[in-house]
């Protein structure tokens, strides 16, 4: 792991509040976080780095024409006072939940930034939700305030919604203009660039951001985190993303992703790298792949369905030589991906494990040795068990709950409950556990190796099968681009085996092509997991963050 030295002999910020045991690899052991009770992002990190470096650079990005903004993080200082100053003006405050639809445009920093000083708690949320998503939103959050994109039909759904959402006082609009909302762009400008600290300003065990989870099931639960969660971020960026303090990181993700908090803010500034951010309306490999070495990415994560994407592309036409480091996490990567990646590129894609609920709980980690397909280890920062369902831990090679130990408090990182639902939180948190709901086994050296949801797991004739390991050997084909495993029911066997599949262009759906996918899988893992069904479909259900909904396959 190469270490890069602080500027002119100061310390790196991140150093006051966490010490790291490493083994003589280089790889952490073991990260113990101090000065916590008090820490304010916003404050401890971005205006401290703003007050020693300020014109260090800390975000490149690109609008949707790829018109260029730097900005410095004396920059992100000045921005995010102004519109605290903005914010405290229009009546928000400290506990107030405000909503950030924003989509990647660099307005976004400038707000949650804001949010955090202010001591308002930020939900970012994603640009496709329609009208009944954010009614359910707005009164399950208890939204006071929304800060949206002028972009398409986002905002005219909010206003569908705040008909019957009494709560939401605030609208303010960026990008544009509309009738009833205000003006961002124009008027946070006109408040001072100075906001100071008192003894007022959250921090510790406050509250800071909420996140709604995915919904693969039912609606949405809301995950809150504390000020302390931006630390759980350090071995993200620093171990896992392995970000140069002057390189350029890119993870993609909209902003209203939780992933968006793993690899856009918390942790690559917390080391001090800048990000780059491209504010593309949809994703299209040929015209992001370019972008590389125009800027000199150096670090580069992208989830599953993005990397699938990627590898469909002749990379041998691009310049990728910039690129130091690469991972993926959001849901598991097909080890096909994998190979298929290192083959065109040289890059070995690492993988990392986590939730909405949590920072990296499982990686790859920098100097340690990884196996393909493998999720990694255990992250220093949290102790994981794999339990069976009477919540016994499992042997070696056994599948069980991925399960992270808060006997002795909830470690930094995790969330802190599931807010206004206090059956849910208990749902999952029991026992001295949380209960993530996803299964893995371990192997003898210490590997987690993804099976899938707990309620995704299929049993037929006595066999429980994991859809990860089918759609893995599936992927393996090259005329599949996506796979989605899933039950079926039937009246023998309980349940079987269906994948449904989106072919890449031009290849001819037959019922040829269905028998030779079958065979291959029964020639290429255990005969019983073969998919007895085999659907062909233009595309598969997936939630706003791109994960596959198997439940409704």
């Not at 954010?134 to 006071?144: Q, T």
């Not at 690899?263 to 309306?281: H, M, N, P, R, T």
């Not at 790859?364 to 920062?381: E, R, T, Y």
């Not at 262009?505 to 020639?523: A, D, F, H, R, S």
Request: charged fraction near 25%; include cysteine; proline fraction near 4%.
């Amino acid at each position: 792991m190469q270490e890069f030295p602080a500027e002119n002999g100061r310390t790196r910020v991140w150093h006051r509040y966490a010490d790291v045991e490493k083994d003589e690899n280089g790889t952490p052991v073991k990260i113990t976080f101090k000065n916590t009770d008090k820490f304010n992002f916003a404050f401890d990190v971005i205006d401290a780095i703003a007050d020693e470096i300020p014109n260090k650079l800390a975000m490149l990005h690109l609008d949707r024409e790829k018109n260029e903004h730097r900005f410095t993080f004396n920059d992100l200082k000045r921005a995010s006072n102004r519109c605290a100053n903005y914010f405290k003006s229009l009546g928000i405050k400290k506990g107030d939940r405000v909503m950030l639809v924003l989509k990647r445009h660099y307005q976004f920093w400038f707000a949650i930034l804001a949010l955090e000083k202010l001591g308002a708690i930020a939900i970012p949320a994603v640009a496709q939700l329609q009208e009944h998503d954010f009614e359910y939103r707005f009164n399950a959050a208890g939204v006071k305030a929304i800060i949206c994109t002028a972009d398409g039909d986002t905002a005219h759904q909010a206003d569908l919604a705040a008909k019957n959402a009494p709560g939401l006082e605030l609208k303010l609009i960026v990008n544009g203009e509309r009738e009833g909302w205000h003006n961002f762009d124009e008027e946070y400008q006109m408040y001072s660039t100075h906001f100071h600290r008192t003894e007022d300003t959250p921090c510790g065990d406050d509250l800071m951001l909420m996140y709604f989870t995915s919904g693969t099931t039912g609606y949405p639960k809301i995950a809150a985190h504390s000020y302390k969660h931006p630390l759980g971020h350090l071995h993200t960026a620093k171990y896992w993303h392995c970000v140069n303090p002057n390189g350029l990181h890119l993870t993609i993700s909209d902003t209203g992703w939780a992933k968006a908090g793993w690899g856009k803010i918390y942790g690559q500034w917390l080391c001090e790298a800048a990000i780059f951010v491209y504010d593309f309306d949809r994703f299209d490999a040929a015209d992001i792949l370019p972008l590389f070495a125009k800027y000199h990415i150096t670090t580069f994560c992208a989830p599953p369905t993005m990397w699938r994407m990627l590898i469909k592309q002749d990379l041998s036409k691009y310049d990728l030589s910039s690129v130091t480091h690469a991972s993926s996490a959001g849901e598991a990567l097909n080890p096909e991906v994998f190979r298929q990646i290192e083959k065109q590129t040289g890059l070995q894609v690492m993988e990392g494990f986590g939730q909405t609920e949590s920072t990296m709980i499982i990686g790859n980690l920098a100097g340690a040795d990884h196996k393909l397909g493998s999720m990694g280890k255990v992250a220093p920062i949290y102790n994981v068990t794999l339990l069976d369902p009477e919540g016994k831990e499992v042997p070696v090679g056994t599948s069980g709950e991925i399960c992270v130990d808060i006997s002795k408090g909830i470690p930094i990182g995790l969330f802190r409950e599931y807010y206004r639902d206090e059956e849910k939180t208990k749902e999952v948190m029991h026992d001295g556990w949380y209960h993530t709901g996803d299964v893995a086994w371990c192997d003898e050296d210490g590997f987690y190796w993804y099976v899938g949801r707990a309620d995704d797991v299929i049993k037929s004739s006595g066999y429980r099968i994991g859809p990860f390991e089918i759609e893995s050997v599936i992927m393996e084909l090259p005329y599949v681009l996506e796979c989605g495993v899933s039950a079926a029911p039937d009246e023998v066997r309980g349940q079987v085996v269906k994948a449904s599949i989106v072919l890449t262009k031009g290849t001819e759906p037959t019922e040829e092509l269905k028998k030779e996918i079958q065979n291959y899988v029964k020639q290429h893992t255990a005969p019983y997991k073969y998919p007895r069904i085999v659907v062909f479909r233009d595309e598969l259900p997936k939630t706003v963050s791109g994960k596959i909904q198997r439940a409704l396959l």
